[in-house]
T-cell receptor
């Protein structure tokens, strides 16, 4: 069964450092997403990406964040100058069409900012 | 503000019994609803969805009911099994500003007792 894969599974970084979280969406999917889940809380939308550009973003996704599809398979989330409150699980997801279709989620990257 | 929320944070059921997980939403313009299952350390996994032009949809051992009059969504799991133990999130597609976003509720922890 096709799946979304994320690397690394766990990332520890010092406050103020930059991190890049990587995702490989399902190969024939066209829409890509990043979500965040702070421990014990609900999953929160960050950004959606289609046709090599951001299509929607939440208020959480400020100038500290950026996304990129550097090649035909990877989709990355960059967090600049990390803060303690950025510690969370970050999930990548993809859909074959738009948001009204089934989203497949990766296993997540646990980001710990120390 | 408008939100998707759950009535109960935890639910314990005996193995073999049926489970019912409830969810309330407040945005009458939402037109697509999804139930996700999240096991510990994993990403959300799609269970079943329903569009607002329907009031019931059945899958394998699962049924989703949508009551638009009272803005209520429920997930019924038949013959609950130990592998069903997880956190269950309802989610809706709704507008946030001008963008359509997948918005998650806060989750219900389902525990299946032997």
């Amino acid at each position: 069964e096709p799946e979304v894969t994320q690397t690394p599974s766990h990332q520890v970084t010092q406050m103020g450092q930059e991190v890049i979280l990587r995702c490989v969406p399902i190969s024939n999917h066209l829409y890509f997403y990043w979500y965040r889940q702070i421990l014990g809380q609900k999953v929160e939308f960050l950004v959606s990406f289609y046709n090599n550009e951001i299509s929607e973003k939440s208020e959480i996704f400020d100038d500290q964040f950026s996304v990129e599809r550097p090649d035909g398979s990877n989709f990355t989330l960059k967090i600049r100058s990390t803060k303690l409150e950025d510690s969370a699980m970050y999930f990548c997801a993809s859909t074959i069409q738009g948001i009204n279709t089934e989203a497949f989620f990766g296993q997540g990257t646990r980001l710990t900012v120390v | 503000g408008e939100s998707v929320g759950l009535h109960l944070p935890t639910l314990s059921v005996q193995e073999g019994d049926n489970s019912i997980i409830n969810c309330a939403y407040s945005n009458s313009a939402s037109d697509y609803f999804i139930w996700y299952k999240q096991e510990s350390g994993k990403g959300p996994q799609f269970i079943i969805d329903i569009r607002s032009n329907m009031d019931k949809r059945q899958g394998q051992r699962v049924t989703v009911l949508l009551n638009k009059t009272v803005k209520h969504l429920s997930l019924q799991i038949a013959a609950t099994q130990p592998g069903d133990s997880a956190v269950y999130f309802c989610a809706e597609i709704r507008y946030s500003g001008s963008a359509r976003q997948l918005t998650f509720g806060s989750g219900t922890q389902l525990t299946v007792l032997p």
